[in-house]
Nanobody, 125 residues
Framework: QVQLVESGGGSVQAGGSLRLSCAAS????????AGWFRQAPGKEREGVAR???????RYGDSVKGRFTISKDSAKNTLYLEMNSLKAEDTAMYYC???????????????????WGQGTQVTVSS
């Protein structure tokens, strides 16, 4: 059974940084594509970033140049480094896992079969 546990969320002022982590059990980030999504109150869940099995990354337009997704295969942990945070980045952030092992791994909700419980990020302006 896949279990994803996020950590690292918190409150920060605009312009600040946070690093989110996602530890997995029953799943190997080095085998499949995985990603981060977020959901703000009253809004739909949106894709933030994803990383393929081979380390190819893709980002949502609103976070390009500010966020970086990475993974540590030895620790089986997924990360999201968030810099230059804005008030509009405030949301619950979720780690999510696919069963897609190739390079083609769209940042689409339906591709992600397992989800963490989420970690809250709040950015004050």
């Amino acid at each position: 059974q896949v279990q994803l546990v996020e950590s690292g969320g918190g409150s920060v002022q605009a312009g600040g940084s946070l690093r989110l982590s996602c530890a997995a059990s029953g799943y190997t980030f080095s085998t499949y594509c995985a990603g981060w999504f977020r959901q703000a109150p009253g809004k739909e869940r949106e894709g933030v970033a994803r990383i393929s099995r081979d380390g190819i990354t893709r980002y949502g337009d609103s976070v390009k140049g500010r966020f970086t997704i990475s993974k540590d295969s030895a620790k089986n942990t997924l990360y999201l480094e968030m810099n230059s945070l804005k008030a509009e980045d405030t949301a619950m952030y979720y780690c999510a896992a696919t069963r897609l092992g190739g390079a083609y791994c769209p940042l689409v909700l339906g591709n992600y079969k397992d989800w963490g419980q989420g970690t809250q990020v709040t950015v004050s302006s």
